[in-house]
């Protein structure tokens, strides 16, 4: 079992930047590939990064390439999604995830996942 908890969500203006982090604990961290996703209102679910069980392997989507860097320290069981130049369409609950198998994007792959915090840019 894997509890995720993450933090550093709030408000920011467009251009702003934000860390995101999730704390996970029980068993091995680095057994597991971790995501983030995110929902906005009225949408589904959608990936946004996910790094391998080394971190050694990073993964985006394409709507934030270049804007954000996911990051995991094994040793502090964490993982982080710096995000810079925000904009309005990244408002969502953003989410942490852990998969015990190698994946990247597909959802029913990751076994666990946090409660979510909320990012909202303002215009």
């Known amino acids: 079992q894997v509890q995720l908890v993450e933090s550093g969500g709030g408000l920011v203006q467009t251009g702003g930047s934000l860390t995101l982090s999730c704390a996970a604990s029980g068993r091995t961290f680095s057994a597991y590939v971790m995501g983030w996703f995110r929902q906005a209102p009225g949408k589904e679910r959608e990936f946004v990064a996910a790094?391998?069980?080394?971190?050694?392997?990073?993964y985006y989507a394409d709507s934030v390439k270049g804007r954000f860097t996911i990051s995991r320290d094994n040793a502090k069981k964490t993982v982080s999604l710096q995000m810079n130049s925000l904009k309005p369409e990244d408002t969502a609950v953003y989410y942490c995830?852990?998969?015990?198998?190698?994946?990247?994007?597909?959802?029913?792959?990751?076994?666990?996942w946090g409660q979510g915090t909320q990012v909202t840019v303002s215009s």
């Open positions: 995830a852990a998969a015990s198998v190698f994946t990247t994007a597909r959802e029913k792959d990751y076994d666990y």
């Open positions: 790094i391998s069980f080394s971190g050694a392997r990073t």
